[in-house]
């Protein structure tokens, strides 16, 4: 079975402000990609993939492939406007290089750069188990209303998912599920339902401290933990 990473940096950053992307911002003395292909590099996927914004392609390659040293990183390809269009570039690169046949995705946003290669590695059990769609999840530790025209509902907090990436796949489900999608949608897993409702989505425990970055006080956050997990 081949595992192949797909990391999603074609990101525009516009919630996060600022000149620079938050993609390539420095965090504790390393650009954001860095931290995600680096938690790759050290888990079991064979290869992996990067999905950057078009015209951005020598820069990823030569300033954060090259200089670090990234040995799994088989392709740096330019993405979509779209996250979801970006994700399905990455599919088929991966299909076109490792084929459709015993081959899993994995398919990650860079902008969580705190993933863990224990988490990846826990989605890979899962995918090489047998499951064909694998999604890390926390349970929220806040109570969560909903305000509406008929007044405030409050939801049982052990029946919501908060979705973490990189979400699992085999790859030839998640390609077809891309290929036929017409709708838009918020994640890769929503892509495989809309396409495939009898297709169970195995949830996984997921890591509280790989949230994704959004806004400007999130780096404060991930910076006290970057620095906490190098001491």
């Known amino acids: 079975m081949k595992n192949v990473g797909i990391v999603l940096a074609a990101g525009s950053s516009t919630r996060m402000g600022g000149t620079t992307k938050k993609q390539y911002r420095v965090l504790l003395g390393n650009p954001v990609l860095f931290y995600s292909l680096m938690a790759f590099e050290n888990s079991y996927v064979n290869d992996v993939i990067v999905v950057c914004s078009e015209g951005e392609e020598e820069f990823v390659q030569r300033e954060i492939v090259e200089k670090y040293e990234f040995r ?17 570039l990455g599919i088929r690169e991966a299909i076109r290089t490792v084929g459709r046949f ?7 946003d860079a902008a969580r750069p705190l993933v863990t290669p224990m988490l990846i590695n826990s989605i890979i059990a899962e995918l090489e188990s047998g499951q064909r769609a694998v999604v ?16 405030v509902v409050t ?24 290929e ?8 890769d897993a929503e892509a495989v339902m809309k396409y495939d409702g009898s297709v169970p989505i195995r949830f996984v425990e997921g890591d509280r401290r790989n949230f994704k970055l959004t806004y400007p006080t999130d780096f404060d956050l991930a910076e006290c933990m970057v620095r906490s997990a190098k001491q």
């Open 72 to 88: 799994k990183v088989r392709a740096v390809i330019a993405g979509a406007k779209e996250r979801s269009g970006s994700s399905f």
């Open 155 to 178: 939801f049982e907090r052990e029946k919501i998912r908060l979705v973490q990436t990189p979400q699992g796949f085999e790859a030839g489900l998640i390609h077809d599920a891309y």
């Open 136 to 151: 890390p999840a926390v349970t929220p530790a806040d109570t969560i209303r909903l305000e509406g025209d008929e007044g």
């Open 102 to 108: 015993g081959v899993n995705v994995l398919i990650h």
């Open 180 to 187: 036929k999608l017409r709708d838009s949608v918020t994640d």
